[in-house]
Nanobody, 130 residues
Framework: EVQLVESGGGLVQAGGSLRLSCEAS????????IGWFRQAPGNEREVVST????????YYIDSVKGRFTVSKDNTKNTFFLQMSRLEPEDAAVYYC???????????????????????WGQGTLVTVSS
């Protein structure tokens, strides 16, 4: 059974940084994609970033490019979302998700990405004070 456990959320001032972690277990896929999503109150759950097996492909939505970095600890199945220069608009519950196979996203304004992922963590809350 695939399990994803996020951690690292919290309260941070605008301009500050946080690093989210996603510890994954139960993976039996040769290839997979990890996605970071977020959902603010009243909003749809949106993709923030994705990373494929071997970190071969990474994707970011436009609003976080240059501020967020997705990565993987190669010694274990732990994935990270380093968030810098946080803005109040970044405040949300952040979710880690997984799917088998490599999902190579590109471009802007992609919708429906959440429907492409099969496994989800419980989420971690990020609050950004202005």
């Amino acid at each position: 059974e695939v399990q994803l456990v996020e951690s690292g959320g919290g309260l941070v001032q605008a301009g500050g940084s946080l690093r989210l972690s996603c510890e994954a277990s139960g993976f039996t896929f040769a290839d997979y994609t990890i996605g970071w999503f977020r959902q603010a109150p009243g909003n749809e759950r949106e993709v923030v970033s994705t990373i494929t097996t071997g970190s071969r492909n990474t994707y970011y939505i436009d609003s976080v490019k240059g501020r967020f970095t997705v990565s993987k600890d190669n010694t274990k199945n732990t994935f990270f979302l380093q968030m810098s220069r946080l803005e109040p608009e970044d405040a949300a519950v952040y979710y880690c998700a997984a799917r088998s196979g490599r999902l190579n996203l590109s471009g802007s304004g992609i919708t429906g990405v959440r429907n492409l992922f099969d496994y989800w963590g419980q989420g971690t809350l990020v609050t950004v004070s202005s």
